[in-house]
């Protein structure tokens, strides 16, 4: 019994802690102390959610009494960071950091119940704990990893068919930042599949029954304020890092074509009728990218073998975020950790294609930010190529993760195939 349990406590609880150990130590020490990662940094987002977090803890209501661009579950957010002990900032990072953990713990359970070797768990776990180091210590001022963490969660409910708790942490997570509503579509295809379709109707439906629910009492409360939050993000221009962004910075570059670059909505953006335009088009390439990444994964899930239909849901989930990321009016470095829980779960040797273009997609975004993003403002010909590489690299990752039939077997990371059928966890 002792040899059982002690094999057991080595298989299943070793590798979680010694990742949440090297995340810790990552977060904690080279992350605040070597030169690397704290200098030119630009940390001004942590500033304004403690200015919206003290005026709701002096009694405020956000909304009515005060203008914020952020849905009412991120203001929860800064709120509740408020009263954590010591300073705004550091109690803010803490918080990032037991995001960043709880978003490895769900990869890690996803990965063993995708029946993935010890080894290959063990990368996904010990890169994920190193993204601070691979994309910069703008993950502690950012609250992202929020979002990756229910993402993480989310989807292994979903493996596990633990249909409430998948739709309770998309409606949490539509709350904080919209993303979750990207992958709808592709949930209740995966429980039509796995279940039924009454069901997986009821499910979408709860979900976004509860993210209303909880948005009525500020309308209620201040129409207008509400209003100026969806008005907010509706008008504005597409920002400097963005896919139109970059064409257009590319063409300033080698043809010297015009590009407008302005500071306006709290970021750095391209302004002018094209990139309206463009920006407009770009929400229509959404839409049919997340409809038909939906309607995709449900033509295979038809003929899918029981080990092949868990990788379709990965695979149709990762191209979803990607296509989310790609074509939104904002593409701000932080958005990188989104790809942390999904891509790095796909299987077989596109899965070791698409952790290496999660990896380059981090490192190249922190080339150029924050040490030389005013270059970028200034279109400058070399931040222009680390971004327009970054953005293409995303590209690339969209195509490697779209859900396809022809799957290569094997879930080892260089390793002969395992055969053994996934287990729950």
């Known amino acids: 019994m002792r040899t059982f349990l002690a094999t057991a406590w080595a298989t299943s609880a070793r590798l979680p802690v010694l990742c949440i150990a090297l995340a810790t130590f990552v977060w904690t020490i080279p992350l605040q102390w070597i030169d690397l990662w704290t200098r030119h940094q630009i940390n001004g987002d942590v500033a304004l959610y403690e200015s919206y977090a003290g005026l709701i803890a002096l009694g405020?209501?956000?909304?009515?009494?005060?203008?914020?661009?952020?849905?009412?579950?991120?203001?929860?957010?800064?709120?509740?960071?408020?009263?954590?002990?010591?300073?705004?900032?550091?109690?803010?990072?803490?918080?990032?950091?037991?995001?960043?953990?709880?978003?490895?713990?769900?990869?890690?359970?996803?990965?063993?119940?995708?029946?993935?070797?010890?080894?290959r768990q063990a990368v996904i776990g010990c890169v994920i704990a190193c993204t601070p180091l691979l994309l910069g210590s703008l993950v502690q001022a950012r609250f992202d990893l929020a979002i990756a963490a229910?993402?993480?969660?989310?989807?292994?409910?979903?493996?596990?068919?633990?249909?409430?708790?998948?739709?309770?942490?998309?409606?949490?997570?539509?709350?904080?930042?919209?993303?979750?509503?990207?992958?709808?579509?592709?949930?209740?295809?995966?429980?039509?599949?796995?279940?039924?379709?009454?069901?997986?109707?009821?499910?979408a439906g709860s979900a976004i029954s509860v993210a209303i629910l909880a948005v009525v009492p500020f309308?209620?409360?201040?129409?207008?304020?509400?209003?100026?939050?969806?008005?907010?993000?509706?008008?504005?221009?597409?920002?400097?890092?963005?896919?139109?962004?970059?064409?257009?910075?590319?063409?300033?570059?080698v043809a010297n074509t015009p590009?407008?670059?302005?500071?306006?909505?709290?970021?750095?953006?391209?302004?002018?009728?094209?990139?309206?335009?463009?920006?407009?088009?770009l929400f229509a390439v959404l839409v049919v990218l997340t409809l038909g990444c939906?309607?995709?994964?449900?033509?295979?899930?038809?003929?899918?073998?029981?080990?092949?239909?868990?990788?379709?849901?990965?695979?149709?989930?990762?191209?979803?975020?990607?296509?989310?990321?790609?074509?939104?009016?904002?593409?701000?470095?932080?958005?990188?950790?989104?790809?942390?829980?999904?891509?790095?779960?796909?299987?077989?040797?596109?899965?070791?294609?698409?952790?290496?273009c999660a990896i380059a997609a981090q490192i190249l975004t922190q080339t150029y930010f924050p040490i030389h993003y005013w270059g970028l403002v200034n279109a400058h010909s070399r931040e222009i190529t680390l971004l327009a590489a970054r953005n293409l690299i995303l590209i690339v990752l969209l195509v490697v993760c779209w859900p396809r039939a022809n799957r290569v077997a094997g879930a080892g990371l260089l390793a002969p195939p395992d055969t053994a059928q996934p287990t729950s966890t």
């Open 294 to 356: 939906a309607l995709q994964a449900a033509r295979l899930l038809r003929t899918a073998t029981a080990t092949h239909a868990p990788d379709i849901l990965v695979c149709a989930g990762a191209a979803s975020v990607i296509g989310f990321t790609l074509t939104g009016k904002s593409l701000s470095p932080q958005y990188m950790v989104w790809l942390l829980p999904l891509t790095f779960l796909i299987a077989g040797r596109r899965g070791i294609v698409a952790i290496g």
């Open 150 to 203: 229910i993402l993480s969660w989310m989807f292994y409910a979903a493996l596990t068919e633990r249909w409430k708790w998948m739709w309770s942490l998309a409606a949490v997570g539509i709350l904080i930042k919209l993303i979750p509503l990207a992958l709808i579509p592709l949930l209740v295809v995966w429980q039509l599949r796995r279940r039924d379709l009454r069901s997986a109707l009821i499910g």
């Open 259 to 281: 590009v407008e670059i302005l500071g306006s909505f709290g970021s750095v953006n391209v302004v002018g009728t094209g990139p309206e335009l463009a920006a407009k088009a």
């Open 219 to 253: 309308i209620l409360l201040s129409p207008s304020g509400m209003w100026y939050m969806i008005n907010y993000n509706a008008r504005r221009p597409p920002q400097l890092e963005t896919v139109i962004a970059t064409v257009m910075l590319v063409a300033h570059t």
């Open 60 to 119: 405020d209501i956000p909304y009515r009494d005060f203008a914020i661009e952020y849905p009412p579950g991120a203001a929860g957010l800064f709120w509740a960071t408020w009263w954590i002990p010591g300073d705004y900032f550091t109690a803010f990072s803490a918080l990032m950091l037991v995001s960043l953990c709880l978003c490895i713990l769900g990869a890690i359970c996803s990965a063993r119940h995708l029946g993935f070797s010890p080894r």
